[in-house]
Each structure stands twice: as C-alpha cells, then as structure tokens.
C-alpha cells in the first residue's frame, strides 16, 4: 500500500508564498508521476502541477504558471509544491496524487486560504 501524507497548508496573505509537501510511503518503488491537485468549495478538483518522477519533467495548469513550481525528492519520497504571489481564488484543498503502475494513489489534502 501506499500513503501520501500533505503538509505546509495555512493562512495567508494576498501576495503571500506557502510550500506544500507531501511525503509517500509504502510501495513507492513503481512511482512514474506525482502531481498536486485543489479543490475549492462548490467546484470540480483541478490539475495544479505535476512532475515525472524519473525525469522530472513538469507541467502546470495556466492560471499558476509563473507562480507556482513542482519539484521532487527522490531519496526522500517527496513532492513539493511552491506558491508564490498566492491570490485569493488560490484557495482551496491541495491534494497530492501519485500513480504507479496503474494505479492513483491520494492524501487527504491540505487547507490553503488566501485572503484579500
């Protein structure tokens, strides 16, 4: 099995900058991407970033690009996610998703709240 484990959400100003991790554990040998995903109240979960985990290719959802980076630890077992220039729209729970051989693998999220 695997658990993914998010961490780093919080309050914070418009303008703000948070970093978010997640930490896999269990049968993380087969991992090939791991990426981050939000959820605001009343709306559908949206790509917000992910990463090969080989490679560490990249990719973003439009509205963060520029803002936000993904990045991996690989002997940690860790996906990273940094905002910056956070705005309130950014508000939402963050998930971490990882896949591997097939299969999806999520955390439970973390809170982000930008206020204005």
């Known amino acids: 099995q695997v658990q993914l484990v998010e961490s780093g959400g919080g309050l914070v100003q418009a303008g703000g900058s948070l970093r978010l991790s997640c930490a896999a554990s269990g049968r993380t040998g087969s991992t090939s991407r791991m990426g981050w995903f939000r959820q605001a109240p009343g709306k559908e979960r949206e790509l917000v970033a992910t990463i090969l985990w080989t490679y560490g290719n990249t990719g973003y959802a439009d509205s963060v690009k520029g803002r936000f980076t993904i990045s991996r630890d690989k002997a940690k077992n860790t996906v990273y996610l940094q905002m910056n220039n956070l705005k309130p729209e950014d508000t939402a729970v963050y998930l971490c998703?990882?896949?591997?051989?097939?299969?999806?693998?999520w955390g439970q999220g973390t809170q982000v709240t930008v206020s204005s």
């Open positions: 998703k990882m896949s591997a051989l097939g299969y999806d693998y």
